[in-house]
């Protein structure tokens, strides 16, 4: 969540914002799209066209290649700036309890440390 917040540079959070926003828009128009296709195709099949049937079909499997391989490409991107930002931007803060195998005045300096905590440190 703190990467989709904040990807990174700013051409990075574009494209990604580009990429969710066509993905929404393209997902549902290119099911209708096959699925008219299909319909189409079925349809020039019972009135024995069948040239224009076979290029609805082709139509529907080009349209479904292109599609998935706009969604992989753009997946494999977005995957790809994930981990090169999560492994800048990874902040971890050791929290250990007082126990009473450790002396007593090395708690007190546990103790007087600080814990600054920041929304993108992660509690281990």
Known sequence: LQWLRNPG????RRTLFGDMVCFLFITPLATISGWLCLRGAVDHLHFSSRL????????????????????????????RLYNEWRQTNQRVILLTPKS?????????????????????ETIV
């Open 9 to 12: 540079p700013q051409h990075e």
């Open 52 to 79: 224009e049937a076979v290029g609805l079909i082709a139509l529907t499997v080009a349209l479904f290649t292109i599609y998935i391989f706009w969604t992989l490409v753009s997946f494999r991107y977005h995957c």
């Open 100 to 120: 009473a195998h450790i002396p007593h005045n090395q708690q007190s300096l546990l103790a007087l440390q600080p814990l600054k905590r920041n929304s993108k």
